[in-house]
């Protein structure tokens, strides 16, 4: 009889579950409408403990008796929550037991056999606690080893079909685990795991934090010193509300070149650029890329490296693709939901050990039943989660080896003048094709591994691509028909006012020129202003300067990249200048459509509607 399993990944920031009911395909536990469940834990006067969002919100009134990242004192006994002294394996149960009342809710049956993963370098304690706290809510408990769980989700859908080992890069809110993991016929071999334990995004925050304390101090050292070490509740409250707006505007230079941080006491809202964030995140990532190169080269005999797997939210950030690219000379590998990987490919794991009636290498197990002590299975030796079968399902092609997600072709906030309204502004997205061409050429049609030669710092630019088969005829590398000198005859773009998308229209002006090698340049200078109506306010956006590169086109799709941009964004509110920015080239694909002396090219975004000049 098939089993109905669910999957946890017990997290710093969020707790992730997957489950699988036999017969239906798998699925994440939502929670209030989301996959993340904040693992934060509060206690109550009563001595209950909350856990998730309604924790952070009892939390508000009373910080003292919440603790948001339990997962950080996992090495300790007890947690001191308003006063009280709460045992560890007591924090945990309580979400896991929120999680299982989640699932039994869902499915209206008790969800009896789970799997939580941890990360491979927790050994005695920490990996005791979260599996008392999983065997007095769950009857069956398996421990995996979090880089396990994550290759195998990678793994199933981009097959290894040569020797060699896998780089796994965790960024998590509260810690920094990189491992080497190696496909075998049994399944996947954790070869050696290393992390820190001060590297995470709360490090990255906490860097930001510094950073508006060298600006805000210097105007009310006082109230800056209160903001940093709370005196009473108050303090405490709007301690909370600087993270947490620190939080939220790194989670927005994801996708975006600007943004503000609201700064409570003061009153104020600082901008902050991608920039500035890669500038104070630079040390703390540099410090985890030296640990991937290091961990990779002390297992360099098990052969080459053949890909580079991005896991937690950190992993988001454009710089953390940038620096192992820049280190490891390879597109690191990610998801939409990088917070999702583990749960998955542990799930994965758990239901295909199970359908061999085999427990799977690299795990320890747990029988017994809620309330009870429970025994603990046999587990290979010394292993401690170093190994998980990850044999890719069976019928259908695995899936595509896409590039790491970027949030491209979405509004770039920016702020207009000192006092002004927050603004996004769209500025003619463009594609990073070098991500993506190497994503697409390393697939045969069928959809498995081949492997390609080095590519060229040209070729990565936007060049042609060795191919080791010979072709007739080099294809042309842009659709002759956008090849040309074209005049801009009508332009919408989204662009964010008060964090309302608003569209801006103009007659065009701007001149593209295309050549045959795939040079462009986008000139701004004639360009007529573009202009929005919000109310009775009529705000203009002017753009000058030049932006260039190389284009590549594949299936009515244009492909950007070795962008320059020259030039500035400026917004007039009512008449009033409101601040202006530098311009700049973000990356995102966009559709063409060309008939002759007109063409279209267009996002979610934008839309540009473009004429021939006539030759001279």
């Not at 979400?95 to 969800?111: F, K, M, N, P, Q």
Request: hydrophobic share 40%; with cysteine.
């Amino acid at each position: 009889m098939e089993t109905t399993w669910i999957s946890i990944d017990f997290g710093t920031s969020n707790t992730v579950a997957m489950l699988s009911v036999p017969g239906r395909e798998p699925r994440p536990l939502l929670f209030d409408g989301s996959p993340l469940l904040p693992s934060a834990v509060y206690a109550g006067p009563d001595g209950r403990l909350v856990v998730g969002r309604d924790a952070w919100h009892a939390g508000s009134s009373n910080p003292a008796g919440l603790e948001p990242f339990p997962k950080r004192h996992m090495h300790e006994e007890s947690l001191l929550l308003d006063g009280r002294v709460v045992p560890l394996v007591a924090v945990v149960t309580a979400i896991l037991r929120h999680v299982s009342t989640e699932a039994d809710g869902v499915l209206g049956h008790h969800v009896d056999s789970a799997v939580l993963t941890c990360p491979a370098s927790w050994a005695g304690s920490r990996r005791g606690r979260l599996e008392a706290a999983g065997r007095s809510v769950f009857g069956r408990v398996r421990l995996l080893a979090e880089p396990v769980a994550a290759a195998h989700h990678h793994l199933s859908r981009i097959p290894a079909t040569a020797p060699g080992h896998f780089l796994v890069y965790d960024l998590g809110a509260g810690t920094f685990d990189a491992s080497v993991v190696r496909h075998t016929p049994e399944g996947v071999e954790l070869l050696a795991s290393a992390g820190l334990d001060d590297a995470g995004g709360l490090d990255i925050d906490a860097a930001v934090v510094d950073h508006l304390g060298d600006i805000l101090a210097a105007r009310d050292p006082d109230r800056w010193e209160r903001l940093g070490h709370p005196r009473d509740r108050a303090d405490r409250r709007a301690r909370r509300h600087l993270w947490d707006s620190v939080r939220t505007a790194k989670e927005v230079l994801s996708r975006t070149a600007t943004t503000l941080v609201h700064v409570p006491s003061f009153d104020d809202d600082l901008p902050l650029g991608r920039e500035r964030l890669d500038a104070l995140a630079g040390p703390v990532l540099e410090r985890t890329v030296a640990v991937c190169r290091d961990l990779s080269a002390a297992v360099d005999a098990s052969g080459p490296l053949r890909g580079i797997f991005l896991v937690g939210g950190g992993s988001r950030m454009p710089l953390v693709q940038t620096r192992l690219h820049q280190a490891f000379g390879m597109v690191p590998t990610g998801i939409e939901q990088p917070e999702l990987v583990v749960a998955e490919g542990a799930l994965a794991s758990a239901v295909l050990r199970d359908a061999d009636g085999r427990l799977p290498t690299g795990t320890t197990a747990a029988q017994g039943r809620p309330g009870t002590d429970g025994t603990a299975a046999q587990g290979r030796p010394g292993t401690d989660g170093a190994a998980a079968d990850v044999r890719p399902p069976t019928g259908g092609e695995p899936g595509r080896m896409r590039p790491a997600p970027t949030a491209l072709g979405r509004p770039w906030p920016l702020r207009a003048g000192r006092h002004g309204r927050w603004i996004g502004a769209v500025v003619v997205p463009v594609l990073i094709a070098a991500g993506l061409w190497l994503g697409l050429r390393e697939w045969s049609p069928a959809g498995r591994v081949e492997q390609v030669p080095s590519r060229s710092a040209a070729t990565l630019a936007g060049g042609p691509t060795p191919s080791a088969t010979p072709t007739p005829g080099p294809s042309p590398v842009v659709d002759p028909c956008l090849v040309g000198t074209w005049e801009s005859t009508n332009y919408s773009i989204t662009n964010y006012i008060d964090r309302v998308p608003t569209t801006f229209t103009s007659s065009g002006g701007t001149v593209k020129t295309i050549r045959a090698d795939g040079s462009f340049v986008h000139d701004y200078g004639p360009s007529a202003p573009r202009t929005a109506r919000i109310g009775r306010d009529r705000w203009q956006q002017h753009v000058t300067g030049t932006i260039s590169g190389r284009i590549r086109t594949v299936d009515r799709t244009i492909l950007y990249s070795a962008l320059v941009a020259k030039g500035s964004s400026r917004f007039v509110l009512n008449g009033r200048d409101r601040g202006s920015d530098r311009l700049t080239a973000h990356p995102a694909p966009s559709t063409y459509l060309c008939d002759g002396d007109a063409w279209t090219e267009y996002t979610d975004d934008y839309r540009i509607e473009y004429a021939r000049r006539p030759a001279g």
